[in-house]
C-alpha cells in the first residue's frame, strides 16, 4: 500500500470530531478503519474515543456503532458477534460483516482485561484494538499498568521523595499471545504501512485477534502537538515499543532499529519524563535502560533473531 | 387462539425447569449467561437445549454477569432478541449494565432467581437483589409459583418488546423455594408460543450496515434529561401493554393476570400485601381465618415496576388496616421498599388504612401459617383499634432479636 493509495481510501471515521490537536487516536484508528474491506461494526470502551467522536446528536462514526461502558467492549462486542453469527445461520443475513472493539489501555490492560480475556477465550471473531496511550488520559493522566516507568502521572506525581510511576508496565501484548489466538500484534501509530498490513491479517485471522498499537497523548506525555508522530516512532527506534507479531504462535519480528536510540532520547521529547534528568535520578534512568535492554533480547530470542 | 387453552400439557417441573422451558420455547436468538446458586439450573438446561439442537439459540458462556449483561445488550442492539438469567451477587454485578440497559431500551427478558446478598454469604431467597434494581429502569414482575414464572416470562417478550415500551424486563421467582420445587405446570405447545411473541424488530439494529448506527453515545446538558424523561413515559406506557398482553395471553392460555392478584378481598376489612411464593402461604392462612369468621384477605402484587400505585390504592380504599410483609430492608429505618412504595400510594387516598411493615424471611428464613396468622391478628387489632399499645410500624417478624 503507497499511501496515495491509502488517502484515496473511504475514511469510516471523520473529520469534526474533537479529539486534541495532535491527539494520536484518530490517526490510528483511521488506518484500521481503511483497512477492513467488509462493512465493519464498531464498539468502544468508555474514554477519549468515546467522548470526542460521539457528542450527540453528532457522530464522527461512517459505520454502526455502540457504546456501553467502560471495563466491557469485548463482553458488549462478543454479543454483537453472537448475535450476527445467530442471525446469519438462520439465514436472516447474508453479507459479511467485521467487527472491531476499541479500547484505551485503562478499559484493556486494567479494569476490561478480564472481558477481554473471556471474549479471546471464547473465540468470537472480533478484531480488539488498544490504542495504549499509556495512562488514564480521559480522566485526566493517571497511571495505567500500561504507563512506562518513572512517567509522572497525577496518580503517581513526581515529587522529592518518588520519581513518577515505581513499576515497569505490563507486558499485554504477550499475555494475548498466551491466549494462543490466532492473531496477535503490536504495532505503532507512526509506522502506518506496517499498522495498515497488520489490521488487514487481524481481519483475515480466523477467529480473535488483538493488536496493541502505541497512540501518541500529546497532553499527558507533554508533547508539542505537531511532534505526534515522532514520539511514536521514538519509541519503537529505542525499542521500549518494539513492532511484532505472533502468528499462529510464532513470534515474528515487525522491525529492528539499525541502531537502537538510548530510551533517554525518546524521555527527552516528553515532559512527562522531565524530573528523570535530574541529577539525582540519573540511577533510575540507568535502570530503565537496562531492563528495555533486557526485554529486547528476550523478544528477539522469541522471535528467533540475533542480538547484536 | 382458544385452541391452545385445550392442547396444554402438564408437566411437573420445579421453578428453574419452568423458566427454561419458558426460554426454550421464546427461542431467542442469543443467550449469554454465567451460572449462579440458585440460577445455575436454567442455564444448564438451556446449555443442554443448545447441545441438542432443540433451539436455534446462540449460547455464550461468558466469564462474569457482568459480561452476561454486557453482550446480552450487545446482541439485542445488534438486532438479535437475547436472554440472560442471573440471581443474587450476579444482578448485583450487573448493575451497571441493568441502567445501561434500561437507558438504551433494548427489551432483554430475564429470569431473575430471588436470591439474598452478601454479606454474610448466604444462598437461600429474600429479595434483596432485585429490590436493589428497583430503580433501575427494569420492569418487574414477581412470581408466586412455577406456573407464574413460565406464564409471566411468555407474556414478558410482548411486554418488553412493544415498540411504546422498549425496555428490559426481569421475572423474578423465589429461589429454592420455587426455584427447587416441583409442582404442576400448564405447557402451552411450541407453536403457539411462537405465534404469541412474533418476530422480534429492535428500531435500531447495529447490524442494519446499510443504515449505519450510532448506540449509547455521550448525551450531556443539552439532551439528556429528554432521553430520561422518554425512558420514564415508555415506563408509563407500560401499564396499558402489561394489561393488554395478559388479555391475549388469557385467551390461549386459560389464566388471567393483573397488576396484582385480590383473594378474598370483597368484604374484607383487613388485609396484608405480599410479593412472591409468601402468598400460596398466606392464602393458606386467609381459608383458616375466613372459616372462623374473620374478615380478612390478601394482595399480591405481581407487577413492582411500574408499581400500580393508584390502581392498589383504589382496592385498599375501605380497608381499616394492612400489614405489608417484605422480604427485603432498605436499611433506611423507613421500612421495607414494599411499605414505601404502598404508603406512598395511599398518601392521596381518601380513606387511608393504617399500615404497618412486617419485615421478614431474609436469607431463606422459613414463613410459616402461624407467623403468618400472627401478623393478619396484629393488623386486625390494628383496625379495630384494640391494639393495647401502638407498637413500632416497622416490625421484624420471625427473628431472634
Known amino acids: 500500500m503507497a499511501l496515495p493509495d491509502l488517502a484515496k481510501k473511504p475514511q469510516r471515521f471523520t473529520g469534526g470530531h474533537r479529539a486534541c490537536a495532535g491527539c494520536g487516536f484518530p490517526i490510528t484508528i483511521k488506518i484500521i478503519l481503511q483497512a477492513a474491506e467488509n462493512p465493519v461494526v464498531v464498539g468502544c470502551a468508555t474514554g477519549c474515543m468515546e467522548v470526542t467522536s460521539t457528542i450527540y446528536p453528532y457522530t464522527a462514526w461512517r459505520c454502526s456503532f455502540i457504546h456501553t461502558a467502560f471495563e466491557n467492549v469485548a463482553a458488549t462486542m462478543s454479543g454483537v458477534e453472537a448475535a450476527y453469527r445467530s442471525l446469519r445461520r438462520q439465514g436472516k443475513i447474508n453479507q459479511d460483516i467485521t467487527f472491531i472493539a476499541f479500547g484505551g489501555d485503562g478499559g484493556t490492560y486494567d479494569i476490561g482485561l478480564q472481558s477481554l480475556s473471556g471474549a479471546m477465550e471464547r473465540g468470537h471473531k472480533l478484531v480488539y484494538v488498544c490504542y495504549n496511550n499509556q495512562g488514564y488520559m480521559n480522566t485526566g493522566i493517571q497511571r495505567s499498568s500500561a504507563t512506562p516507568r518513572g512517567a509522572n502521572t497525577t496518580t503517581t506525581p513526581a515529587g522529592t521523595q518518588l520519581p513518577g510511576k515505581p513499576?515497569?508496565?505490563?507486558?499485554?501484548?504477550?499475555?494475548?499471545?498466551?491466549?494462543?489466538?490466532?492473531?496477535?500484534?503490536?504495532?505503532?501509530?507512526?509506522h502506518w504501512n506496517d499498522l495498515y498490513r497488520k489490521a488487514k491479517k487481524a481481519f483475515a485471522a480466523e477467529g480473535p485477534a488483538f493488536l496493541n498499537v502505541l497512540s501518541t497523548c500529546r497532553l499527558g506525555w507533554a508533547t508539542a502537538p505537531e511532534d505526534t508522530v515522532d514520539v511514536a516512532e521514538g519509541a519503537v527506534q529505542c525499542n521500549v515499543w518494539p513492532l511484532f507479531e505472533v502468528e499462529k504462535g510464532n513470534w515474528k519480528l515487525s522491525f529492528k532499529p539499525k541502531k537502537p536510540l538510548p530510551v533517554a532520547d525518546w524521555m527527552k521529547q516528553q515532559g512527562r519524563f522531565k524530573h528523570l534528568f535530574r541529577s539525582d535520578n540519573s540511577q533510575?534512568?540507568?535502570?530503565?535502560?537496562?531492563?528495555?535492554?533486557?526485554d529486547w533480547q528476550r523478544l528477539l530470542e522469541l522471535c528467533g533473531v540475533n542480538g547484536e | 387462539m382458544a385452541v391452545a387453552v385445550e392442547i396444554q400439557k402438564t408437566a411437573a417441573l420445579t421453578g428453574n425447569e419452568a423458566a427454561a422451558q419458558a426460554m426454550r420455547q421464546i427461542n431467542p436468538d442469543v443467550v449469554a449467561a454465567y451460572p449462579i446458586t440458585p440460577q445455575t439450573e436454567i442455564v444448564q438446561l438451556f446449555s443442554t437445549f443448545v447441545s441438542d439442537g432443540l433451539v436455534k439459540t446462540e449460547f455464550v458462556a461468558v466469564e462474569s454477569e457482568h459480561s452476561a449483561m454486557s453482550a446480552t445488550v450487545g446482541a439485542a442492539a445488534a438486532g438479535a432478541r437475547s436472554m440472560t438469567a442471573t440471581s443474587s451477587q450476579g444482578l448485583a454485578l450487573m448493575w451497571e449494565m441493568l441502567y445501561v440497559a434500561a437507558g438504551m431500551r433494548v427489551p432483554i427478558v430475564m429470569p431473575m432467581v430471588n436470591r439474598a446478598l452478601s454479606s454474610p454469604i448466604n444462598i437461600h431467597c429474600d429479595h434483596s437483589d432485585s429490590m436493589g434494581a428497583r430503580d433501575s429502569g427494569w420492569l418487574q414482575i414477581y412470581s408466586e409459583n412455577s406456573q407464574e414464572m413460565y406464564d409471566n416470562l411468555i407474556q414478558a417478550v410482548r411486554i418488553a418488546e412493544h415498540p411504546n415500551v422498549l425496555l428490559p424486563i426481569m421475572v423474578t421467582m423465589d429461589g429454592f423455594i420455587i426455584s427447587h420445587g416441583m409442582e404442576n405446570v400448564e405447557l402451552l405447545p411450541d407453536q403457539a408460543v411462537k405465534d404469541f411473541i412474533g418476530e422480534y424488530h429492535f428500531p435500531y439494529p447495529l447490524l442494519d450496515v446499510e443504515?449505519?448506527?450510532?448506540?449509547?453515545?455521550?448525551?450531556?446538558?443539552?439532551?439528556?434529561?429528554?432521553?430520561?424523561?422518554?425512558?420514564?413515559?415508555?415506563m408509563y406506557r407500560s401499564k396499558e401493554v402489561i394489561l393488554a398482553v395478559a388479555e391475549e395471553y388469557a385467551a390461549i392460555s386459560g389464566r388471567k393476570y393483573g397488576f396484582f392478584e385480590t383473594y378474598k378481598m370483597e368484604d374484607a376489612e383487613y388485609a396484608v400485601i405480599v410479593l412472591g411464593s409468601t402468598a400460596g402461604t398466606a392464602k393458606y392462612v386467609v381459608d383458616q381465618l375466613r372459616q372462623a369468621g374473620e374478615k380478612s384477605g390478601l394482595v399480591k402484587i405481581r407487577v413492582f415496576r411500574p408499581f400500580p400505585g393508584?390502581?392498589?390504592?383504589?382496592?385498599?380504599?375501605?380497608?381499616?388496616a394492612v400489614g405489608i410483609m417484605d422480604r427485603a430492608d432498605t436499611f433506611s429505618t423507613q421500612g421495607g421498599p414494599l411499605y414505601l412504595e404502598?404508603?406512598?400510594?395511599?398518601?392521596?387516598?381518601?380513606n387511608q388504612p393504617q399500615c404497618i411493615n412486617y419485615i421478614y424471611g431474609l436469607g431463606g428464613r422459613d414463613i410459616d401459617p402461624p407467623l403468618i396468622r400472627q401478623a393478619f391478628m396484629e393488623v386486625k387489632d390494628l383496625a379495630s383499634g384494640s391494639a393495647a399499645e401502638a407498637g413500632p410500624t416497622v416490625r421484624y417478624l420471625g427473628v431472634r432479636e
Open chain 1, 167 to 190: 513499576q515497569y508496565p505490563k507486558n499485554l501484548t504477550a499475555i494475548m499471545a498466551a491466549h494462543d489466538i490466532p492473531y496477535v500484534a503490536q504495532a505503532s501509530m507512526s
Open chain 2, 310 to 320: 393508584q390502581e392498589l390504592s383504589e382496592a385498599l380504599s375501605g380497608l381499616k
Open chain 1, 284 to 294: 533510575l534512568l540507568e535502570t530503565i535502560q537496562q531492563q528495555v535492554d533486557e
Open chain 2, 211 to 234: 443504515q449505519a448506527k450510532t448506540l449509547g453515545p455521550l448525551t450531556l446538558q443539552d439532551f439528556y434529561f429528554e432521553h430520561k424523561r422518554e425512558q420514564a413515559e415508555a
Open chain 2, 342 to 350: 404502598i404508603k406512598a400510594a395511599l398518601y392521596h387516598a381518601a
